[in-house]
């Protein structure tokens, strides 16, 4: 990129402002690379999440003691082990490095998507195991006097009022997935804070590199908030909260 | 199965420490910045109603390890010429400086909200009260609103307590010794990275119990005398 920005000068906060924009391009291209990281994990998260949450809220013990033991380890260690356990962890054993997966898990891409899957589909079970127990017992009771089999119970009923009431809460988990998926960078990935950290070792300006990152993650944050809003509306989230 | 963990156990413990070092005063500078932010978004003056918001929804927007490594290496500079100027030009921040910065700046961000929903919780009533038994404005904040917003801000502190605690591994992103780095130190000994990550994973969920059991036991000690009718 070229042209006078002189008149930038104005607006200056001690920053080099041209360095910003000549790298802009390849931040965009970073933004990109972690926008397709959150929209894989918060999706695949989600049908992860499903059974999981499910499972969970059931009065059966056995059917919610593995959900619980998953959702409590992923919950309680940090994303970062999580992340270096996939990554690095799993090399260490010869059964796993000889399998068909290898060359999956030996790409940081992949290691990185299927951690952060993982990693939200916990808090996301969790989330969906709150809306489920948020339904009023009445609606259930209801569906099953009308004479609606369990299954149908689930899918016409349970699912689609548990996804109302926990909506507001997943868009929550989509942003803080957002945030999170800096942390691919530490398993060399180059989306926008990895992109950032090799723009810097180049430039020596971290200041400038990492405050224009930091813009892009305000308005992707931004983008994905108005969004979520618009989506509530759709669904009619405010008209299906009365009580 | 080593149960020394190959003499790297104690590095392992001290890391642990370390980690609860950071965690604590990062707690601390964090509350400190909350109630400073849940004050200025809930003062009468425009230009800090402003201020506190900004703080809060800049911060949230963008990711603790960025904030980590925005204020470890773009502090750099600034410091040199901090250092330079009291006749010390190796003034730098150390990873632990750094790290309780960025980790009490997000927890700040996150706090203000808790303590301002505490604070808006609390009886109008009360304020008036204080006002009408003549006590001044930090009087009727530290005698009358403070104690009571502890009761209400205990639950949500102690979530985001768990996160800053959780957050604690990124510091060893720039070489702090807390669990994670001792861990990585061990794996390139070794070359057993799954043993090390998981038993660096059983620590972090140990302390996490830890926390979550303190918690339980403040909240319980904030909440008695008050019957649990209202949720």
Not at chain 1, 93 to 98: C, E, G, I, N, P
Not at chain 1, 102 to 109: A, I, T
Not at chain 2, 26 to 50: D, E, F, H, I, N
Not at chain 2, 173 to 188: P, S
Request: proline share 4%; charged share 15%.
């Amino acid at each position: 990129m070229s042209g006078d920005y002189s008149w930038l000068a104005h607006f200056d906060l001690g920053l080099n402002w041209a360095v910003i924009i000549k790298w802009l391009p390849k931040l965009a291209q970073g933004a990109i690379l972690t926008l397709e990281l959150v929209a894989i994990a918060v999706i695949a998260g989600l049908l992860l999440a499903i059974p999981l949450g499910i499972a969970r809220s059931s009065r059966r013990w056995y059917v919610s003691a593995l959900p619980y033991a998953y959702i409590f380890f992923f919950r309680g260690t940090p994303l970062l082990v999580q992340l270096f356990l996939v990554y690095y962890g799993l090399a260490q054993f010869d059964a796993v490095r000889s399998s068909f997966m290898w060359p999956y898990l030996r790409d940081p891409f992949w290691c990185a998507t299927a951690t952060m899957t993982l990693h939200t589909a916990a808090y996301i079970a969790e989330i969906l195991r709150g809306a489920i127990q948020a339904i009023p017992p009445g609606e259930i009771e209801a569906a099953r006097a009308l004479g609606m089999s369990k299954p149908k119970t689930l899918f016409y009923i349970i699912l689609p009022r548990a996804s109302r009431i926990g909506l507001p809460a997943y868009s929550n988990e989509v942003i803080l997935m957002l945030k999170a998926s800096a942390l691919a960078s530490t398993v060399t990935l180059l989306e926008l804070t990895g992109m950032a950290r090799t723009i810097i070792a180049r430039t020596y300006l971290p200041v400038e590199i990492f405050f224009a990152a930091g813009l892009f993650y305000l308005l992707m944050a931004y983008i994905l908030v108005r969004g979520f809003k618009l989506l509530e509306r759709w669904l009619r989230v405010d008209a299906c909260q009365g009580r | 199965m080593n149960f020394d963990l190959y003499g790297f156990g104690p590095a392992l413990a001290a890391g642990a420490l370390m980690t609860v070092k950071l965690a604590l005063t990062a707690l601390c500078l964090g509350l400190v910045l909350g109630l400073a932010g849940a004050l200025a978004k809930t003062s009468t003056y425009k230009p800090l109603q402003w201020l506190g918001g900004a703080y809060s929804t800049v911060v949230r927007g963008i990711p603790e390890l960025l904030w980590v490594l925005l204020i470890y290496f773009g502090t750099v500079n600034m410091m040199r010429a901090l250092g330079e100027f009291f006749g010390n030009p190796d003034l730098s921040l150390s990873a632990f400086a750094a790290g309780v910065i960025a980790l009490g700046l997000c927890f700040g961000a996150y706090a203000t909200e808790v303590f301002r929903g505490a604070i808006l919780a609390i009886p109008k009533g009360h304020r008036e009260a204080g006002v009408a038994l003549g006590l001044s404005k930090f009087r009727i904040f530290t005698r009358l609103i403070m104690p009571q917003m502890w009761r209400i801000a205990l639950p949500g502190l102690g979530n985001l307590f768990m996160i800053l605690m959780k957050d604690t591994a990124l510091v060893s992103v720039i070489g702090l010794e807390e669990i994670m780095r001792h861990a990585q130190i061990g794996v390139t000994v070794t070359k057993q990275p799954f043993t090390f990550f998981m038993v660096a994973a059983f620590m972090y969920l140990g302390l996490t119990v830890l926390a979550m059991t303190t918690l339980h036991f403040l909240e319980k000690r904030a909440a008695r005398g008050f019957a649990r009718s209202t949720q």
